[in-house]
């Protein structure tokens, strides 16, 4: 089976062609950073008429690239929540309309559970069960996943999202948009020890997280003090390490507790590396295999779409003849292929 995968929840256009024997053929992004930078964050009007502009050249350019016309396409799929709803609406009018002109299956993909597959792209690849740790600027959870629509939210934040208290760091630290890679390149010239920031519920039971605080704990130890390189390097180390800190011991907590001995981590804030190499030397030392998708996946991208769109459409899943688009859905609502809806 052959589908191909479309991607606009928020301010990124990700177009893919997956092939279950052959692999990913081609996949093709485009990232609206240059557009919501001057704003300092995402705008969603811009963002819905951006994919509009951009989807339907990006479809043809990654279908031109995996050697497909529509005769080869078996299926679409495409994100249908959560996200920005006027986004989502731009994809799914594009995959709905084509998939009925091309007379083919078309399936709305739940956004998290193309994170938690997104690993699956690469090789070698994680084994079901697994615990997830999904951590991006809209999402910090952590979930236990047994199979194909079968996830049980260990913990989730609070608040503020890991990646999200990134950005919103990075701003109070004069850097600009996107701020979680900018301060991760700040970190790097940090010097540990200078500032001590808390490490967010650590001491409290549970798996749930809460970033918020720990916002507002660099925004205190900053105050009125011009922020020069030097100091904007010790913070964003510190506040790193502190993300990175909490995180792993949420991780090691629910390793322990569902006593699953495989992790991946997904989504945006994956790509860190303070954070991969953390993980990968508590793994290796507590007898974990830990599996990260290639840094191009952990952001939104249509691949992720597309091979979790052809693993239902190969279960026999269809979906009725609407475009689904959904700002909230509940990743435990997911079912199995087959399955009775909840």
């Known amino acids: 089976m052959r589908v ?29 950073i240059d557009i919501h930078a001057e704003f300092g964050g995402v705008v969603p009007e811009l963002a819905s008429r951006d994919h509009v502009r951009k989807l339907i050249p990006l479809i043809r350019r990654t279908l031109a690239a995996a050697a497909t016309d529509a005769a080869d396409v078996d299926g679409v799929a495409y994100t249908a929540g959560p996200g920005l709803i006027g986004a989502l609406l731009v994809g799914g009018a594009v ?12 399936i709305g993909v739940h956004h998290m559970e193309g994170h938690l597959l997104a690993p699956m792209l690469e090789d070698p690849s994680p084994v079901m069960p697994f615990v997830a740790l999904l951590v991006s600027g809209g999402h910090t959870m952590l ?29 109070l630290l004069g850097l600009p948009y996107p701020g979680g890679p900018e301060l991760a390149a700040a970190a790097e010239a940090g010097r540990a020890g200078v500032f001590q920031l808390p490490r967010p519920m650590m001491r409290r039971p549970g798996l749930d997280f809460s970033f918020s605080g720990l916002k507002t704990a660099v925004m205190v130890a900053v105050g009125d003090r011009p922020v020069d ?11 790193q390490s502190a993300v990175v800190d909490t995180l792993v011991a949420k991780c090691r907590r629910a390793m322990d507790q569902t006593n699953v001995r495989t992790l991946v981590v997904a989504g945006g804030v994956g790509a860190n590396l303070a954070l991969r190499q953390t993980l990968r030397a508590v793994g290796d030392e507590a ?22 769109g052809m693993l239902r459409l190969r279960a026999g899943e269809r979906a009725p003849l609407v475009i689904e688009a959904k700002a909230r859905w509940n990743l435990e609502a997911l079912c199995p292929p087959g399955s009775p809806t909840v």
């Open 4 to 32: 191909l995968g479309i991607e606009t929840s928020c301010d990124e256009t990700g177009v893919a062609v997956f092939d279950e024997e052959q692999g990913l053929l081609a996949h093709e992004l485009h990232s609206q």
């Open 95 to 106: 995959a709905r309309s084509l998939a009925y002109a091309w007379s083919r299956p078309c």
């Open 143 to 171: 979930v236990e996943v047994t199979g194909l629509g079968a996830y049980r939210i260990l913990g989730q934040t609070l608040d503020d999202a890991a990646g999200e208290a990134f950005d919103k760091t990075a701003k």
């Open 229 to 239: 390189a030097r100091m904007r390097a010790d913070m964003a180390l510190e506040f």
């Open 287 to 308: 007898g974990w295999q830990v599996y990260y998708p290639r840094p191009e996946f952990c952001t939104d991208n249509g691949a992720m779409i597309a091979y979790a």
